[in-house]
């Protein structure tokens, strides 16, 4: 069994997005920008964001982070994203989710310009990636394609099962992964609250991709021996023992898991580092233009 260390994938690429820096900078290109909006004080998103800004300060990426009360209204968030629109300087940019309740995320998504959403969550990129023309992966999906490509995993021919259907990870996900790509061309199949035998479909699967937010939902009985297992949840249990009183677990059983897969990710250290990674990555793209011209 290998683990997928994506914290350790994270330095690698971390350090040859760096070169690219120095690279664009010794050409009289400035640096690359990401900015951040996050509002409220949800802790999960405060420590995400600040992997984001983190990673920025150590590629050489110029980055600012828009802290913003949980009180903001929809307009004023409007406003800041048309901001940020028109502001030359910032390459790409990010609103942190999710946002208060009284926000709707969708109307906040399609205010954002399509060649800055290094997201990838509007319409316009989603709607290109799934076509397979250029576009802003969203970051999670992207995360697990490199790191796919990175452990050499071939995926060509193979049953792949994708547990949830999110739009940002599950669906997504499928999607790419059944496209005629080089990480790609697999047999997809979608489980989800409708699904009529869970457990049979994820037991078909050479590659399983567990993106439904319940700790330790898939159990090794549900493995088909060999298997390679993709973490996308990231779930917080109580731990009196764990100085931060919860520790973190995602949708697999992993110490059971792990003794019948051949790969798999950990939680943490496993698709998290990517996510981030990823979106630094298409950072670099869009202050390169590599997507819109
Ligand atoms: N707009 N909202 C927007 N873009 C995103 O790409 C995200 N996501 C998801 C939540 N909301 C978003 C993230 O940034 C999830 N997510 C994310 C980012 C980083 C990590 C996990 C999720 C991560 O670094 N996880 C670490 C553990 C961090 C901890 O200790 O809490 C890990 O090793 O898994």
Redesign the pocket.
Known sequence: MVIID??ELASKIKVEIAKEVDLLKAEGHKVPHLAAILVGDNA??Q??VK??VKFCDDVGFESTLIKKDESITEEELLDLVKDLNEDDTVDGY?????LPRHIDPEKINLAIDPQKDV?G?HPTNFGRMALGLPSYL???PQGILVMLERYNISTSGKKCVVVGRSN?VGMPMSILLSQKREIGNCTVTIVHSRTKDVEQEIKNADIVIAAIGRANYITADMVKPGAVVIDVG?NRIEDPTKKRGYR?VGDVDYANVSKVASFITP???????M??TS?IMNTLKAAKKEIYK
Request: charged share 10%; no cysteine.
């Open positions: 994506g914290k999960a998103s420590s995400y992997s984001k990010i609103v942190q989710l999710p997201d969550f969203p970051a999670t940002i990231i973190l939680v943490p250290g496993g698709v998290g580092p996510t981030v979106l």
